[in-house]
């Protein structure tokens, strides 16, 4: 099964990050219940590794983190693959991080180096449909500063993946509460 864990988008940002969605020209808004920042993809695993981690993440919470919104941005090298928030990556939200991938890899999920860079994803642009390069910059520019207050982390989340024509359908499979700091 493809899955992730991840923290969902507090509550308090889902309204301004539907309005930042739709002054975004083109591509495929995430649905509301969707946003997430994403702290481990584990891709596809057998219910085993899954079952294996989920009982390792029940065993022990980690604390809450709480997140802060920085700014917008498109990635991409050579043309913007998706527009996100950008999110702080304070040591916090590092160390939950941290402590996550080795959960995974103690249920035999072998995770690949990469930096870490969080964010919530607010549009994809699929091949078919790449952004207008004029256009996007700005739509970012004008989006300013995010204007919403930090928020605290309460729940992590092992979501399931399924991969459609018309985008990915996450299904959540198992929450873990993050205890207050």
Same mark, same amino acid.
Request: hydrophobic share 45%.
């Given at each position: 099964?493809?899955?992730?864990?991840?923290?969902?988008?507090?509550?308090?940002?889902?309204?301004?990050?539907?309005?930042?969605?739709?002054?975004?020209?083109?591509?495929?808004?995430?649905?509301?219940?969707?946003?997430?920042?994403?702290?481990?993809?584990?891709?596809?695993?057998?219910? %085993?590794?899954?079952? #294996?981690?989920? @009982?390792?993440?029940?065993? !022990?919470?980690? =604390?809450? &983190? *709480? +997140?802060?919104?920085?700014?917008?941005?498109?990635?991409?090298?050579?043309?913007?693959?998706?527009?996100?928030?950008?999110?702080?990556?304070?040591?916090?939200?590092?160390?939950?991080?941290?402590?996550?991938?080795? %959960?995974?890899?103690? #249920?035999?999920? @072998?995770?690949?180096?990469? !930096?870490?860079? =969080?964010? &919530? *994803? +607010?549009?994809?642009?699929?091949?078919?449909?790449?952004?207008?390069?004029?256009?996007?910059?700005?739509?970012?520019?004008?989006?300013?500063?995010?204007?919403?207050?930090?928020?605290?982390?309460?729940?992590?989340?092992?979501?399931?993946?399924?991969?459609?024509?018309?985008?990915?359908?996450?299904?959540?499979?198992?929450?873990?509460?993050?205890?207050?700091?």
């Amino acid at each position: 099964m493809r899955a992730f864990l991840g923290l969902p988008v507090p509550e308090p940002w889902i309204g301004p990050l539907m309005r930042a969605q739709g002054r975004i020209p083109g591509g495929r808004s995430v649905p509301a219940d969707d946003l997430h920042l994403t702290l481990a993809f584990l891709d596809d695993q057998p219910e %085993a590794r899954l079952e #294996a981690l989920h @009982d390792a993440l029940e065993a !022990r919470a980690a =604390p809450a &983190v *709480t +997140l802060t919104a920085t700014g917008y941005a498109s990635f991409g090298s050579k043309r913007a693959r998706l527009v996100a928030l950008d999110v702080a990556a304070t040591p916090e939200l590092s160390a939950l991080r941290k402590r996550i991938r080795n %959960a995974c890899r103690g #249920a035999g999920i @072998d995770l690949p180096r990469e !930096r870490f860079r =969080p964010h &919530v *994803t +607010l549009v994809r642009f699929p091949a078919a449909a790449p952004p207008d390069p004029a256009r996007l910059p700005r739509a970012l520019a004008g989006l300013g500063l995010p204007e919403m207050a930090p928020a605290e982390a309460r729940l992590a989340v092992l979501w399931g993946s399924d991969l459609t024509p018309s985008g990915p359908v996450y299904t959540p499979l198992a929450q873990y509460p993050l205890r207050a700091a």
